[in-house]
């Protein structure tokens, strides 16, 4: 399972024309799974990008967790987080888990995530979202659960 961590001022989700996941300071977390994938996976991903400490304190230093903060995270479904790039030049997907794998495990991830306490907002699997966000610093992180 990969996420892809982004520290924003905000962030927000539109299908269709419609809003349909907005937060203020927070993370926006992409999020791909892998066929061997498994709740395990999700439970120990949610925690480490809750408790990454990213976010800056007093000092300037990032010292600080998601859950220090009381920031949100927006969680969307990635499944280009497997896109492999290194034969030709169109990505090929086939690291990507199907959908009936998937989101019982994107399910999953952003239920461990609201059981820490973090207010969530999601996309909606499967969908063509536009995203809106608004990086800060920029921070952009890579974290994998394998």
């Given amino acids: 399972m990969r996420a892809l961590v982004q520290r924003v001022t905000a ?4 299908i269709d024309g419609e809003t349909v996941g907005k937060i203020g300071p927070g993370l926006v977390i992409l999020l791909g799974v892998a ?3 498994t709740a395990k996976d999700a439970a120990w991903l949610a925690a480490k990008c809750a408790n990454l400490r990213i976010f800056e304190d007093e000092a300037g230093k990032m010292n600080r ?3 220090e903060t009381g920031g949100a995270a927006l ?3 990635q499944f280009t987080l497997y896109g492999d790039c290194t034969q030709g030049r169109r990505p090929f997907f086939g690291g990507a888990a199907e959908p009936q794998v998937a989101i019982p495990l994107y399910e999953a991830f952003i ?3 609201k059981k820490l306490g973090v207010p ?3 996309g909606r ?5 536009q995203l809106e966000i608004h990086n800060d610093g920029p921070v952009t992180l890579m974290v994998e659960s394998k």
């Fill in 35 to 37: 066929p061997d994938d």
């Fill in 11 to 14: 962030g927000s989700v539109v």
């Fill in 75 to 77: 969680i969307v479904s």
């Fill in 125 to 129: 699997f499967g969908a063509y979202m």
């Fill in 65 to 67: 967790s998601l859950l």
């Fill in 111 to 113: 239920a461990e995530v």
């Fill in 120 to 122: 969530v907002a999601t």
